[in-house]
Structures are given as C-alpha cells and as structure tokens.
C-alpha cells in the first residue's frame, strides 16, 4: 500500500502565494512521475504540473511562469509553489504519484484565492 499526505492548502488572496507539499510512504520501490492535479466546482479534474524521475517538467497553460514544481527523491515528497495566485486557481488540488504504472491520489487540499 502507498498512502500520500498532502499540506498546505488555505486560504490566499489573489496576488499571494502558497506551497503545497506531498509526501509518499509505504510500499514505495520507485516513483515515476509525480504531479498535481486539481478540479473546481462543475469542472472537471485537470493536470497542473507533473514532473518525472528524471526532473523533466510539464505545465499546464494556465499557471506557466507562476507555478513551479519539484520533488525530493530522498524524501518522496513533491512540492508545488504557486505565486500570484488568481481566483481561478480556486480548487481542489489532488497529489499524484504513479509508481510501477500505478497511479496513487492524495485525498486532496483545499486552495481558495480571494479576489
């Protein structure tokens, strides 16, 4: 079993930053890529940022030059930092983590951005 425990969701206003931390334990061999995901009301769940085993990088259109993505292999723990945050980026966001061409989902953290 692999669990992931995600932190720091909140509530930001609009222009603010915050970083969002995810952290895998359990039965981990190797991870592959490891990204976020995040899904607004009435929409449905879209990538954010995803980024490999070999730190190549891939970002949604939406947050390209705001968001930047990273991972600490030693930690099982990918990050995500976004600045100038907009009220679009009010979400849901959902760590995901594909280990041996599994996918494996954090339970989610809340991001609101007020304008």
């Known amino acids: 079993q692999v669990q992931l425990v995600e932190s720091g969701g909140g509530l930001v206003q609009a222009g603010g930053s915050l970083r969002l931390s995810c952290a895998a334990s359990?039965?981990?061999?190797?991870?592959?890529?490891m990204g976020w995901y995040r899904q607004a009301p009435t929409k449905q769940r879209e990538l954010v940022a995803a980024?490999?085993?070999?730190?190549?990088?891939n970002y949604a259109d939406s947050v390209k030059g705001r968001f930047t993505i990273s991972r600490d292999n030693a930690k099982n723990t990918v990050y995500l930092q976004m600045n100038s945050l907009k009220p679009e980026d009010t979400a849901v966001y959902y760590c995901?983590?594909?280990?041996?061409?599994?996918?494996?989902w954090g339970q989610g953290t809340q991001v609101t951005v007020s304008s």
């Open positions: 980024i490999t085993s070999g730190a190549r990088t």
């Open positions: 995901n983590v594909n280990i041996r061409w599994t996918d494996y």
């Open positions: 359990g039965r981990i061999f190797s991870i592959n890529t």
